[in-house]
């Protein structure tokens, strides 16, 4: 079962244009620039099952993955905070988002309290704000509970150059203090390019910065996925591939 | 959107949704107990204030140190204008100094317009003339739609000395754009000559237009402007076109009563009547900062190599 929380806000339709969470994930621009055939050539082995998907994009974290790595991560959150009594999720929107809520609901499922959990956008707080035109503002609901004194467990879905993170430390630090800040990620993909390591891992994917991660969420896309493909970064664009995370 | 905002007919209907979207989100901060952002740290904001104002160049000044811009307030007393500098002068001294987006009210209608040709940073209209004042009406609107929920179909009469009045002209533009059906209300000589050609219907007669109203805006009746006899006296300019209790009592239930402020009590509005609970007059300045926050990321926030 996927628990499919719906928030009653829709995360996604607050957001910027659809490229943006492509754009986040590591490279500005559309999939369908990459060249057709560099796909397969992908030096990625981390997971053979992968299928061929016809944007040259491949599945490297089925649905069934995702739920089983949500409701790891859920036990481990509870492991590490003794039951997860003042624990806040705060999901970094877009995709952040929607993963919070399912983490909130398996908490839920298994220790019988509810875990508050809401959004934190860190957009006012990117450091590359100057390279692009100004951005559409994602959605910030910070529990009524507030985050003083608790442990807030930041959730995202990729962890790429660590500036997401950075950002969204500063975020918090405006709107309270948090007792301790804990990260999760449904998929770690390295090249950080700051001391940022999360708490909470769904899949350590080794890629080349070249590749993009692009995780797809029932909630936003439609359906669950985390796709892999293989793309040069686009000319022109300060900062490459690697703009995000 | 445009690297300026020198006209509410500039906005589509888009750029227009984009600002109220990203205003509604600054409007949260203003309840955390760090106001602040640090989005516009390194840039300054200028406020050129040719005429007086209290509401609007404090609400771009807060605006701006809520991003965490510099700004700097230069107004025309006591400034080299006072001594017969010309605006292209104040123009070039602002540019010297490194301005990135300039907030210009002028007496004069078309000024910010002209300056936007002379200084390379982004320029914002905070009321030229009887012209225009595009934050005023993204503020409107930004409270109708907190109000109302919604901004498409809303009946909006917006009453009194049209003539004189640029938050009029600008909200006919931006709620036209944004689906909102305009009626202006006021007398003959109040009323713009071309008005024919605005989008929006045109009628003399309050008590007609008020219970099929879901917003009423009272303009303010701007004595300072008037160079002639517009109507025959206050008295008989309140009773046929002011707004009070009896007036207030055949609106709809959920109508909301708006001014742009400074209030003429007992002229335009009575004083029960801006007191009132569906009075949004306090509620438009606080959302007031919100949305020229809104402006001044959208302008200032991204890369500057777009125009």
């Known amino acids: 079962m996927h628990a499919a929380h719906q928030d009653g806000s829709d995360p996604g339709s607050r957001d910027g244009p659809p490229g943006d969470p492509l754009i986040r994930s590591g490279q500005p621009g559309t999939p369908q620039a990459s060249s057709p055939g560099s796909a397969g050539a992908a030096s990625d082995k981390a997971d053979g099952t992968g299928e061929p998907r016809p944007e040259g994009r491949r599945s490297v974290f089925e649905p069934a993955d995702i739920g089983r790595a949500l409701t790891r991560i859920a036990h481990e959150i509870l492991e590490r905070t003794n039951g997860a009594g003042d624990v806040v999720l705060l999901g970094i929107p877009t995709r952040g988002v929607p993963l919070a809520h399912r983490l909130a609901v398996r908490i839920e499922q298994v220790e019988g309290h509810p875990v508050p959990a809401g959004s934190l956008d860190i957009t006012m707080y990117r450091d590359d704000l100057r390279l692009r035109p100004a951005r559409a503002l994602g959605h910030t609901a910070v529990p009524a509970a507030g985050i003083d004194g608790r442990i807030v467990v930041l959730v995202d879905d990729v962890l790429y150059s660590g500036r997401t993170v950075r950002a969204a430390l500063d975020a918090l630090g405006d709107i309270g203090r948090p007792r301790a800040v804990q990260l999760a990620v449904l998929v770690d993909r390295g090249h950080r390019e700051l001391p940022v390591r999360p708490d909470y891992v769904g899949k350590n994917l080794p890629t080349s910065q070249r590749e993009v991660v692009r995780v797809l969420l029932t909630e936003v896309d439609g359906e669950d996925a985390v796709l892999l493909s293989d793309s040069p970064g686009v000319p022109g664009i300060p900062g490459g591939g690697r703009a995000g995370r | ?266 002229v335009e509005i009575a004083a029960e009547v801006a007191d009132s609970a569906r009075s949004t007059i306090v509620e438009q300045v606080a959302n007031g900062v919100s949305v020229r926050m809104a402006v001044l990321y959208l302008l200032l926030g991204g890369s500057e190599a777009q125009s």
């Open chain 2, 1 to 266: 959107m445009n690297r300026h905002l020198i006209s509410a007919g500039d906005l589509s209907k888009d750029d227009a949704l984009l600002i109220l979207d990203t205003a509604d989100e600054l409007a949260q901060t203003a309840a955390r107990p760090i106001k602040k952002l640090p989005t516009l740290r390194g840039r300054t904001v200028v406020n050129l204030f040719f005429e007086d104002s209290t509401r609007t160049r404090i609400s771009f000044e807060a605006a701006a140190k809520r991003l965490s811009a510099d700004v700097i307030n230069f107004s025309a007393k006591g400034s080299s204008v006072a001594k017969g500098e010309s605006l292209k002068d104040t123009a070039m001294t602002l540019e010297a100094m490194g301005a990135d987006a300039v907030v210009i009210r002028h007496s004069a209608s078309g000024a910010p317009h002209r300056l936007a040709g002379w200084v390379r940073g982004s320029v914002v209209n905070a009321g030229d003339g009887s012209h225009e004042h595009p934050t005023q009406a993204l503020l409107d609107a930004f409270t109708m739609r907190r109000r109302l929920g919604r901004l498409g179909g809303l009946r909006v009469v917006i009453v009194g000395d049209v003539l004189h009045s640029r938050v009029a002209r600008s909200n006919v533009l931006l709620l036209s754009t944004l689906g909102a059906e305009v009626t202006l209300v006021g007398p003959p000589t109040l009323l713009p000559v071309a008005v024919g050609a605005w989008p929006c219907e045109v009628s003399y007669d309050l008590d007609a237009a008020l219970p099929k109203s879901d917003v009423v805006m009272m303009l303010r009746v701007q004595q300072e402007r008037m160079n002639a006899a517009y109507f025959p006296s206050v008295r008989e300019y309140s009773r046929r076109y002011g707004l009070d209790a009896a007036r207030m009592g055949m609106l709809p239930e959920h109508a909301i009563v708006m001014h742009p402020g400074p209030m003429n009590r007992g």
